[in-house]
């Protein structure tokens, strides 16, 4: 390496086959308790439908599935080894008091079907922050059942159908600006709504003139993130909410970036009639490398009576208990009531922070995103120069003259010890770098962050060729994403 | 607060390197009016030994130590320790979908075996990362076959899970998509005769469940054969993946929507969960969520990669298969590491004594209660039916901390006082024994009662 890396330093680590290819018959990692009932005979019981074999299921031992997993786990990057700043991700830290009391016995072995009587803990838990969501985003009521932040868009829209329906004018449209996420359109296309592209304006904020023309009675919302995916607040949002209302939509908001606005300011106070939050980013559950996530949605009071089942209510006792009897309600988005696991760790978090831990948090994720953006100005090119909140986005402007785009400067922070940060989103910015470092990252590892990218646009300058080329340090070079689409090769087969 | 790692100083420092005199003038942006001047009305900041205190007075509310036999899409089977400690890895547990694969090759070569594995159990060609849970992957695969016939409707057995039967419903309902049922016979099986008049030229696909909700082993040939027959395609929903030890895959059908929760991952009051697709190779292209595929890097090396991604919602927005983003990579890990703790031998030996406790068990309730649909072939699921009310017979239970079986008047009030009882490795002998002597006796007051009403009448 031509540059110095103060971040990271290469060293061994164990080379690990496909689990099937370190298995062989009569190796067992298991060991069930003498049976305590009269064997059965399989045959008779099931007949036909009895299972002849188990195919190719591998057979090891215990120790070998300790260094299996250990091993392929030394490969991973994560935000226990440094900075994540994968922008719109919201990659911070994953307490670890989360994962204890969510592994309590009440809690853990709890069966969505016991009574209520002996479900108490686990309704308060939903009730307590359920309590605590709604206070934070500023709205009325909640639901906390969507498993994800997409399946909480889908949720949401289906609220906005059941209201629209329910005033017996059910409308046609959808609009999304160019900035939103992918999840945005397919969600409304999902609840069979029309989608309708919403330009953004030279500063990287919703066309206010644009909106107002767009808007009619055949639209039943928008969905807008604030800040947008530039990082960016919608300083006339107060306006983008009147246009909405005036002519009987809705404004919905995708709560991606709301780690720029817990404590500091709440969506329901700036018109948004409802919202969903990603509990796995903003409240610090764990990403656990693509889910479990959990996306509660959050609402205005207009739209109570078409939350999905069942609703947690305290009866007349006192006790807590689930209400199924709701006529209006769009139905049910998944079986039980949610991602529970999610919601304890979600609360633990709330509750490490208070309020004062809560508003420190968003400021300091702001304060972080400014530092890297001062950092690196006049390195990358900065094709929005609005004030950013929680995310910087940067393009590859001034090195794709060298031939070098986004993804391949992200490569090249892999041999720097760092996570990559979001490529080539926004879709509005061409060849983006969008830069989230969350509150979790301390002024050293940010300075460590901002030197590896200068370092980075120097080698662009000086051998482009060497950054096209990485990452040189990873177990693995770049691999062929092409041919792994073209002809898919999607599970191990033994060998013939 | 103790997760930020800045001390006033360096917030100081930072704030004049980006020339900002005060942390407000970075939140100049959001307009004055909108501005929040006061502090949340959230509960005081707790220390870590408090936090631990109040879940655990939480966990102690939550009725721990009883026996259950409850099962309905949720199962209590033992969950070995490695699991945790694995899952527990920081490099697992930290990391984000592995986008960049070159730094996520541990998540991808797990996924990819996961992937592996479930094909293995199904009888399938390919199956992806997973997906929020059962009930929402059988909504999926719905809707899969609907884009892979081109046909509008469904038909769905009456003895699927009856929230995964809600949830199809709601997705259902804006893609105009006509949802019929069909019902079950005495033996607890689909009605054949009837999902032979049910399946019309649009009828995209037949969903089922096998073992159904009542713990019933369904006829897959005959099943596949009428479905087939009429061009439609069979989707089977597997809700307790423990069966797939020694229960017959659905090899006749064209897609599986699975719940891996019995696989290694705690009931949690009803989540996270491990939903899964599986398909033939054909369909993959239809397949929502995440695929990991195997692939070369620069010097020929193998490795693993997110694949088929134009598929997905970040490339084709509207036009994807679906709008899901996460899968449940953490929870796939879990049964992932349960699959291999178990293997070839130890899967069928489990579901084999899952089987025995059942059968001891419906045999046991059978001295005293009717037990429903026992001509067909069952797992560890069984219905028992009772002259009392189950809620009151479940009630008394609870004072011996026992969860008595789920009570089915909500979901098929035609089956009267039936509940739905399961028993897994986990049910004791000791425990089944009482459960029936309750049963057994409530039998014996209400025989007396009737007895008595009947002498009255005289």
């Known amino acids: 390496m031509k540059h110095q890396t103060r971040k990271a330093t290469r060293h061994v680590n164990q080379n690990e086959g496909l689990i099937f290819e370190k298995s062989s018959p009569g190796k067992a990692a298991w060991r069930l308790p003498p049976l305590d009932v009269p064997e059965v005979d399989t045959q008779e019981l099931l007949g036909p439908s009895a299972r002849k074999h188990l195919g190719n299921m591998p057979e090891v031992s215990e120790i070998e599935i300790i260094r299996h997993f250990t091993r392929l786990s030394t490969w991973n990057y994560a935000i226990d080894l440094g900075m994540y700043p994968l922008g719109s991700c919201t990659m911070k830290y994953n307490p670890r008091v989360n994962e204890v009391v969510s592994r309590f016995d009440g809690l853990a072995n709890a069966h969505p079907y016991q009574p209520e009587k002996i479900s108490q803990g686990a309704l308060r838990i939903i009730k307590t922050l359920s309590e605590c969501l709604i206070e934070i985003t500023g709205m009325d009521a909640i639901t906390l059942q969507p498993a994800a932040g997409a399946h909480g868009e889908l949720t949401g829209l289906l609220l906005v159908r059941g209201y629209h329906d329910s005033k017996g004018a059910p409308r046609k449209k959808i609009l999304i600006p160019d900035s939103a996420h992918g999840t945005n359109p397919a969600t409304a296309a999902t609840v069979g709504y029309a989608v309708e592209n919403l330009k953004s304006n030279a500063q990287g904020m919703v066309d206010v003139a644009a909106l107002a023309s767009q808007m009619n009675e055949d639209v039943a919302a928008l969905m807008l993130t604030n800040p947008n995916t530039l990082g960016v607040f919608e300083q006339e949002i107060h306006k983008i909410a009147d246009i909405m209302h005036a002519k009987g939509g809705l404004l919905y908001m995708d709560g991606a970036n709301m780690n720029a606005l817990v404590g500091k300011v709440r969506p329901g106070d700036f018109g948004v009639d409802l919202m969903h939050l990603n509990l796995h980013k903003t409240f610090s559950t764990p990403h656990g490398g693509g889910g479990p996530g959990s996306g509660p949605v959050a609402i205005k009071k207009i739209l109570e009576p078409f939350l999905p089942t069942p609703v947690v209510i305290t009866k007349p006792d006192g006790t807590l208990g689930f209400d199924y009897d709701r006529p209006q309600s769009v139905g049910r988005v998944r079986a039980f009531y949610g991602n529970f696991g999610m919601f304890v760790r979600a609360l633990a978090y709330t509750l490490a922070n208070g309020p004062e831990g809560l508003r420190q948090t968003t400021e300091d994720a702001v304060l972080n995103a400014n530092y890297i953006r001062k950092g690196l100005e006049g390195v990358y090119d900065l094709p929005y120069s609005t004030p950013s909140m929680h995310e910087v986005v940067f393009s590859d402007k001034l090195q794709a003259k060298k031939g070098v785009k986004t993804m391949d400067i992200a490569k090249r922070l892999i041999d720097y010890g760092f996570h990559p940060y979001t490529t080539a989103f926004p879709l509005i910015v061409p060849g983006a770098l969008m830069i989230e470092p969350t509150e979790s990252e301390s002024k050293e590892e940010m300075d460590l962050f901002i030197e590896a990218m200068k370092s980075i646009a120097e080698e662009v300058e000086e051998d482009p060729q060497m950054v096209l080329d990485a990452p040189h340090s990873t177990r693995v070079s770049r691999l062929d994403e092409v041919a792994a689409a073209r002809k898919p090769v999607l599970r191990w087969t033994p060998a013939e | ?458």
């Not at chain 2, 949720?74 to 899952?87: E, K, N, Q």
């Not at chain 2, 469904?154 to 039967?165: C, F, G, K, L």
């Open chain 2, 1 to 458: 607060m103790r997760y930020l790692p800045k001390s006033p100083a360096d917030r100081e420092a930072i704030l004049k390197a980006i020339g900002a005199r005060s942390i407000d003038d970075l939140f100049a942006p959001i307009p004055a009016e909108y501005r929040l001047n006061r502090d949340l009305k959230v509960p005081r900041q707790m220390a870590e030994s408090e936090i631990v205190d109040w879940f655990r007075e939480r966990s102690r509310e939550n009725g721990d130590g009883y026996a259950t036999f409850l099962g309905a899409g949720a199962y209590y089977h033992y969950r070995p320790v490695i699991i945790d400690s694995l899952i527990s890895r920081g490099e697992f547990l930290t990391a984000y979908t592995p986008y960049q694969a070159e730094i996520s090759q541990g998540t991808l070569q797990s996924i990819f075996e996961f992937q592996t594995m479930i094909c293995e159990l199904t009888g399938m060609e390919v199956a992806n990362a997973s997906m929020y849970d059962g009930s929402t992957a059988a909504a999926e695969a719905v809707m899969m076959a609907v884009r892979l016939t081109g046909r509008r409707s469904a038909v769905i057995a009456r003895s699927v899970h009856p929230e995964y039967r809600e949830v199809l419903t709601t997705y259902a309902r804006h893609q105009g998509l006509p949802l019929s049922t069909v019902d079950f016979t005495d033996s607890g099986r689909l009605d054949l005769r009837q999902l032979e008049k049910s399946i019309t030229a649009e009828t995209a696909c037949v969903l089922i469940q096998s073992p159904s909700f009542f713990g019933t082993v369904e006829d897959l040939v005959a099943i596949a054969d009428i479905t087939h027959k009429h061009g439609a395609m069979l989707v089977v929903a597997i809700a307790e993946a423990i069966s797939l030890g020694i229960v017959e895959p659905p090899r006749q059908a064209d897609i599986v929507a699975m719940e891996a929760q019995s696989f290694g991952v705690p009931l949690g009051f009803g989540g996270p969960y491990c939903g899964v697709i599986a398909t033939r190779q054909q369909y993959v292209r239809q397949m929502p969520g995440r695929l990991v595929g195997q692939t070369t890097d620069r010097n020929g090396k193998r490795g693993f990669v997110l694949t088929l991604a134009t598929r997905e919602q970040h490339i084709r927005r509207e036009k994807a298969t679906s709008n899901i983003c996460t899968n449940q990579a953490l929870i796939a890990l879990m049964a992932n590491i349960f699959m291999n703790v178990y293997g070839k031998v130890g899967l069928r030996e489990l579901a084999k004594q899952n089987l025995a406790k059942a059968a001891y068990a419906a045999q046991q309730f059978g001295k005293h209660a009717k037990v429903l649909f026992s001509d067909a072939p069952r797992f560890h699921e069984f219905v028992i039916q009772t002259s009392e009310d189950p809620r009151a017979i479940n009630n008394r239970m609870l004072g011996h901390k026992i969860v008595g079986g789920l009570p089915l008047k909500k979901f098929y009030p035609e089956l009267g006082n039936a509940s739905l009882w399961c028993c897994t490795e986990m049910t004791s002998r000791t425990a089944i024994d009482t459960a029936v002597a309750m049963v057994a006796e409530s039998e014996r007051s209400s025989k007396s009662a009737n007895a008595e009403v009947a002498e009255v009448a005289r």
